[in-house]
Structure formats: structure tokens, C-alpha cells
């Protein structure tokens, strides 16, 4: 299994970026999937979850500006980030518990994109 995670960049603050993670295997199950974020210095931190269902958590300092949703028939999770701010700088990292046949249940990491908030 593979998380590939694309849509990081250069954006002004107040500005707006798109990230997607499509995981890629023998996937049999897909449970939560998520984002955290880590920015130089600090420890990783969770930004936003959602259940296979459907049902979606967000952290503080991202409600009301980021939406994380989720396509379960392609197997990917997005962020839409609106009126980005410099201090959600940091290299995102997308995560998602899946069960394969072979390997059970086990969690699942992209290898992160980088987004920078700079004027």
C-alpha cells in the first residue's frame, strides 16, 4: 500500500490550496483517513480526520478554513485550505488505517507535501 499525497506550494497569505492523498494497493478496507501537519521545530499534529463514513473532525486552528473530505471509489482524502495564514506553514502528511488481506489492519503514511504561507 502507498499514500501519494500532491498539491503543496507557494501561496500568499489568505490565499487557498487543494491537497489530495490517493492510497494505491490491495486495498480491501479504508477506514479513517486524515491530515497532520509538522512544522521545522514542532511535532507533528493532527489537522483534520474523517471516518468512512463520512463524519469529519477538524483541529482548532483550522475550523471554518480548512474541509477535509474524502472519494471512497477512488480511495483518496483531500484538504481544501482557504485564507491560508503564515503560521500553517509546514510539510502536511496525509494518514489512512486500511486493511489488506495480506498485512491486516495497519496505518499508512504519504510522503508529505510543503506548503509555505509567505507574502
Known amino acids: 500500500v502507498q499514500l501519494q499525497a500532491s498539491g503543496g506550494g507557494l501561496v500568499q497569505p489568505g490565499g487557498c490550496l487543494s491537497l489530495s492523498c490517493a492510497a494505491s494497493g490491495s486495498i480491501q478496507i479504508m477506514y479513517d483517513m486524515g491530515w497532520y501537519r509538522q512544522a521545522p521545530g514542532k511535532q507533528r499534529d493532527l489537522v483534520a480526520s474523517i471516518t468512512s463514513g463520512g463524519l469529519t473532525n477538524h483541529a482548532d486552528p483550522v475550523k471554518g478554513r480548512f474541509t477535509i473530505s474524502r472519494d471512497n471509489a477512488k480511495n483518496t482524502v483531500y484538504l481544501q485550505m482557504n485564507n491560508l495564514k503564515p503560521e500553517d506553514t509546514a510539510v502536511y502528511y496525509c494518514?489512512?488505517?486500511?486493511?489488506?488481506?495480506?498485512?491486516?489492519?495497519?496505518?499508512?503514511w504519504g510522503q508529505g507535501t510543503l506548503v509555505t504561507v509567505s507574502s
Open positions: 494518514n489512512a488505517e486500511i486493511y489488506t488481506i495480506r498485512s491486516g489492519t495497519n496505518n499508512y
